[in-house]
């Protein structure tokens, strides 16, 4: 797992993690073949942290497109909701390597 300090941040597991691919493109309608990322899985511990203290996050990245992925990138955010947007504070990130169609890569402690 990726540990993250923070600092001057309270986070409740209720506040919502907003998540981030960067680096390969999404699929779209068209059945052309395309690698398709996502973020399947996350892990947040503990529920609750206060300012100073960590937090430890994990995910799970599966390609679910039908062609290789190229190495990417996830970050982490705090976020009052479930939408990407300039408000939210990057608490971390971490590389996602290259990925063959219906492969994953998970990060864990």
Partial sequence: MSRVTMKGLALSAGLGLVMAMLGAG???AAPKKRPDLVVSAVSV???KVVAG???KVGDTTRNKGRKKAKRSVTRYALSANKKWDKGDVVLGSRAVKALKPGKKHTVKA
Avoid: T
């Fill in 26 to 28: 999404s699929a779209s």
């Fill in 45 to 47: 511990s503990p529920g």
């Fill in 53 to 55: 203290g960590v937090l």
